[in-house]
């Protein structure tokens, strides 16, 4: 019988001899990555169960299959996400996805490059007294909130669903917020440890600066949402698209 | 001298000669059965195959063929199964492997995928049991050539295939399962059993890639254990076998054996009666 570690050693060169040539906004350039394992395809399908959590957790797994994937050691925003999962997604399962009968061709997204904006850091005044940056996150920044988020969930597990669907909303603004500056206080987002800690300083906000900021939120999203969209079809960047 | 059955086996085409199954051997089988618990029937089944045959039979359906023909000759033949109106209808095991085998063996069934100077051997699933879809996926690669070496797959550990498996680059996956579309799509009009309106009865369909090889195994091998105790009682205090003579004999060989104490005993008591009734009747002679 053959040595398993002998094989498993010879898949790992077939990978690193298949690389993919991937446009990275954030970079400007191509980076390699190694293609998608079957582990992480199964990965993928599994978080489709997790209910309320499974977008949470689904964005977990791809920021771990970025990481673990790309050829250099880079800091990888979530825009850069939804570029590379859906290269790694048509290098393993080709071009097609069909939804509702309607077969949809991706290499019409692919062949377009996902441009960065080049607002990817705001600053926002609200009445003089408080000025905020907002930076589109890295990563990591997202891996970090969205375990703290779960983590949460699972010691809370009688959490209505509107109250389930608010705190996400909110820890999903809190990945945006590098600095809050009220008067003279600078709080620096990125130098405080506890996240905790993090939204108590964005709930106790005034309300009327969440419109602003759930505005930047939004404009990622949209171009995000504008990027994965052929023949008027927005492209779903979960689990659906890794079973055909 | 021992006695071995030439058994034909359609994928791998070869004849396999088989040792007949004794009591000792059917006796664990049938608590393995008791049990109910596919996973641990199949491991029974498995295990039984290579003490009978001192051979590695690679693909489940040979193996099939394995059990199914063994059974018809060392237990019978005939089985029989409940219609829709809880009528018994007989079976003949050996007829329905042919009609199944005929057109299993025409199918071609291997195909190979190449990962640069690495080639994955594909061909019908390996094992008997499948625990979900995706051992049924795994069970489809045979064996794996890296250059010149054949590593056969098949005989690794479930863990072990799981870590090869899992590293596998995704799009290989996409290939085993138009790999396993491709064969169904020739055989999904099989029937272990055929739908028969006349006599009320539902076909099961023969699905490769499912347990219900293993269920029909599981159902043709089952027997009352209570009754297969009482065989052993009968022999071993009525004919005095020893313990380890009826764990040698076949199940067929116990039966033979059964029935002509009961014929030798009811023809001892139609003598008995005829004496009787000799010795009740008045002597009319004076």
Redesign the interface.
Known sequence: ??S?P???N??????H??LIDIFIPSQNKKIKFL????????DIIKSGVEGTTSVIVLNNIFNDIITKNSTEKKSYNILDRCAIILALRV???GNNFTNNGITYDLSKITKTELKQPDNTKVNYTYKDIINITLEVPTIEQDTAINTYLLDMFKKNEDTPLSEAIGSIYIYEILKYLTEVTVDDTEINFSALNSISTKISVLENLPAGILTDLIKFVQTFRDIESNYLTVDEFTLPLDARI?TQ | MEFKLPIYLPVCKKTVLCRELCNRDYFQLLKYITTNNLAYIGSAFEELIIKLTDKEIVSAYDKFVLLSTLRSIIIGDYIEIYNTQKETIKYSISRIISNLSSEISNVNHNSQIQ??D?AINLSLPTTLYFDNT?DVIKNSIVD?I?GK?V??FY??SND?KD????????????KIQEHMSSIMQKIDHLELIATDKRVNVEGIACNLYSNILLEFLKIIYSQDLMQFYELQYNLTTKLNVSYVQFMDMTPAESKIFINFYKKEHKASQTENNKINLAVAAPNTDI
């Open positions: 019988m053959g398993l002998n094989l498993v010879k898949l790992k060169e077939i990978n001899n298949n293609p998608l394992s079957v582990k992480q395809q199964k290098d393993a399962f890794f | 990962l640069d690495l995706e794996i890296d070496k590593i056969k005989k690794y072990d870590i090869f498996f899992d590293s596998l680059p995704a799009n290989v996956l996409l």
